[in-house]
């Protein structure tokens, strides 16, 4: 299908208004079924239906904002295309004409329609990058000032062990924007890829990509240490009822502009949301010959078993995704496959609106979800705005684990998370959750330790305690980070509106 481009809309009469800008391709290329999949255990998205009624009662344009901030860790293939700008003039001139035809917004996914048929495309920009559009002044003022800085300063802030295991073009402030493929073939991305690089010219210039895709079956929807991942994800009110135990949080945790974001923005700024982009590297041979060493011991349990535990209990949850305070011994792969028990727990006991912060037996304190999803550890209502949500949209890249990795227990070959996250604040989000709480040894409360699995100490070793439930006493101190930093970059999604009206004019 030919698309038509702006200009021709504007000669239309249409205008480019959010909806407009798709609207006017007509018909939409429309699949019989979706690019994205919905493992079992994933909160399922709401039908197109459902979604437009909540929306508009909520305020929320689903036409305006960009697909890939609400839908989470669903795409089997992606390619994140990170540029600098070459040629502001002609950059813009080619932002709308090219690439914002392209874009995808939430409603085009969950009606499974996209300009393109068979990618679903999204962009996302610096804070140079927008200084490089010459958007500046109160204009360029999104009052976040992570964003603001850049990552690469924010290094501290997250104990990265400085730059040393970064990615080179990740170090500076030199990439001024991202584009992000998605589809369910690496055949799709690469037809839309090359012929928008053919249409961009030298406007722009490559300086990194990275590639990411879903594990092979059976582990769809599973990270490389083997959980499944994603399914603590937050639901946005305005956008789809919640399933037991989800958390439901105001459009403006996410969304610029909407409720529940209190802080000063420029009036393009609305229905955009930050997007936090971190290369982990996971050393998985490593992980598992820990686990190996180092298994519960207690009556019941194999050798492997006891290994299985004590990942379990690292993570917060079995591979299969079910809970350890749900099922603290063994897996449970039809609850993690359950998505109306999967996340129906607080920590707390039955009736109990507070965690019993001194029992550990079910869960440590230290566990990778308990740490960066307290529930009721914190004795707040389970959907305050303080509990600092963001939605987690990554995907894992990297091959398999080789046989001669696991006969040597090395890493050989980089795999790991294509780690991307939606906030209205970083300052509130991700690096929250990453400094105070992953990273601070007394969270909850003293002794605790670090995230055994994202806790950073800048490269020294990380504390852990609370992982052996028949021995409290018993700590650990991890000498290797089993997911290391190669750094990133702070972004900006803006709605397809500010696309269309500031950032190409």
Known sequence: ??????????????????????????????????????????????????????????????????????????????????????????????LKREILPL????????????????????????????????????????????????????????????????????????????????????????STLASLQSKLGNSISEIYSLRGAMRPPPNMGHEHFG????????????????KPGQAVVPAGEIIVGQHGDNVTRPAWAKDGSFLVFRQLKQLVPE????????????????????????GARMVGRWKSGAPVVLSPMFDDPALGADDNRNNNFTFAEPGQSQSNLTDQSKCPLSAHIRKTRPRADLGLPENSTSFHHIVRAGIPYGPEVTPDETSSNTTEIERGLAFVAYQSNIMN??????????????????????????GAAGGAERPVNGLDPTGPVRNFTLSTDFVVSRGGEYFFAPSLSAIAHTLSV
């Open 287 to 310: 992980f598992n010959k820990f686990l190996a060493d180092n298994p519960i011991v207690e009556p019941g349990l194999t050798q492997e078993q006891g290994s299985d535990l004590l």
């Open 429 to 454: 989000g991700f690096q929250f959750l990453q400094e105070f709480w992953a990273n601070n040894q007394k969270f909850i409360q003293r002794g605790v330790g670090f995230d055994p699995i994202i």
């Open 1 to 94: 299908m030919k698309l038509h481009t702006l200009a021709t809309f504007i000669s239309l009469g249409l205008g480019v208004s959010a909806t407009g800008i798709h609207d006017a391709i007509s018909p939409h290329a429309k699949r019989a079924t979706s690019i994205l999949f919905n493992p079992p255990g994933f909160p399922p998205l709401p039908s197109p239906g459902e979604a437009q009624t909540k929306s508009a009662a909520a305020g929320l344009n689903l036409n305006d904002i960009q697909g890939d901030i609400l839908i989470g860790m669903r795409k089997p293939v992606e390619l994140f295309f990170f540029f600098g700008i070459s040629n502001t003039a002609a950059f813009k001139s080619k």
């Open 227 to 242: 959980f499944l991942d994603g399914i603590s994800n937050p639901t946005i009110n305005g956008f789809q009822g919640p």
């Open 103 to 190: 874009v995808t917004s939430t409603l085009q996914i969950l009606n499974n329609d996209t300009a393109a048929a068979s990618t679903l495309v999204n962009i996302a920009f610096s804070h140079t990058g927008l200084v490089a559009l010459n958007v500046t002044g109160d204009a360029n003022n999104l009052n976040d000032p992570p964003f603001a800085a850049g990552q690469v300063n924010d290094v501290k802030n997250l104990s990265d062990p400085g730059t040393t295991n970064w990615v080179p073009q990740f170090v500076g402030t030199n990439i001024h924007g991202v584009i992000l493929f998605g589809s369910d073939t690496e055949d799709s991305i690469n």
